[in-house]
Antibody, heavy 120, light 110 residues
Framework: QVQLQESGPGLVKPSETLSLTCVVSGYSISSGYYWVWIRQPPGKGLEWIGSIYHSGSTYYNPSLKSRVTISVDTSKNQFSLKLSSVTAADTAVYYC?????????????WGQGTLVTVSS | QSALTQPASVSGSPGQSITISCTGTSSDVGGYNYVSWYQQYPGKAPKLMIYDVSKRPSGVSNRFSGSKSGNTASLTISGLQAEDEADYYCSSYTSSSTLVFGGGTKLTVL
């Protein structure tokens, strides 16, 4: 079965760059699907960060676009998120997910999520 | 982009039916048949319950159904069960080529 697992530092200092990786198992990232990052601040709702296809095509949330980079490494079957110049407002559980068709919301597969806290 | 509008909370008794609304605009919900619904238990990742307005993924109970009228999409849960108590989120494709979520609805089974 398809599994996604996020990894990365749980604590990031303000103004630094948040970096997370999502390893996909049970499915070749090059076979299709779009790969997505979503976050959820504590006690709040979901926010789409951005999506990437294995070809490297990306789509970003306009409110985060200037600070976000999503990349894919097909050789390692994983994709990554970098969010620069973080502040306390970026504290959230970050989820990676697999979407059947771009931006349709058909998010069939989800990682368990990883909490990232921005604090000095 | 503005979040889609959902009621903060809804409640119902076991066996009853409830409906959660998700209101957007003609640039998102009203303009495309790409509305999805997710169920989320505390501390867990969301689970896809409905996609393309009314389609159910394999394994999702047929007690869950989706529909859309104009700029408002709806999730209906029939034969409410205690296990349905969770947070529910909608999402939609937008004309700006982005994905937008609703603010979420807490369902309480009385």
């Amino acid at each position: 079965q398809v599994q996604l697992q996020e990894s990365g530092p749980g604590l990031v200092k303000p103004s630094e760059t948040l970096s997370l990786t999502c390893v996909v198992s049970g499915y070749s990232i090059s076979s299709g699907y779009y790969w997505v990052w979503i976050r959820q601040p504590p006690g709040k709702g979901l926010e789409w960060i951005g999506s990437i296809y294995h070809s490297g095509s990306t789509y970003y949330n306009p409110s985060l676009k200037s600070r976000v980079t999503i990349s894919v490494d097909t050789s390692k079957n994983q994709f990554s998120l970098k969010l620069s110049s973080v502040t306390a407002a970026d504290t959230a559980v970050y989820y990676c997910a697999g979407e059947y068709d771009i931006l349709t919301g058909q998010l069939d597969y989800w990682g368990q999520g990883t909490l990232v806290t921005v604090s000095s | 982009q503005s979040a889609l509008t959902q009621p903060a909370s809804v409640s119902g008794s076991p066996g009853q039916s409830i409906t959660i609304s998700c209101t957007g605009t003609s640039s998102d919900v009203g303009g495309y048949n790409y509305v999805s619904w997710y169920q989320q238990y505390p501390g867990k990742a969301p689970k896809l319950m409905i996609y393309d307005v009314s389609k159910r993924p394999s394994g999702v109970s047929n007690r869950f159904s989706g529909s859309k009228s104009g700029n408002t999409a709806s999730l209906t849960i029939s034969g409410l069960q205690a296990e349905d108590e969770a947070d529910y989120y909608c999402s939609s494709y937008t004309s700006s080529s982005t994905l937008v979520f609703g603010g979420g609805t807490k369902l309480t089974v009385l």
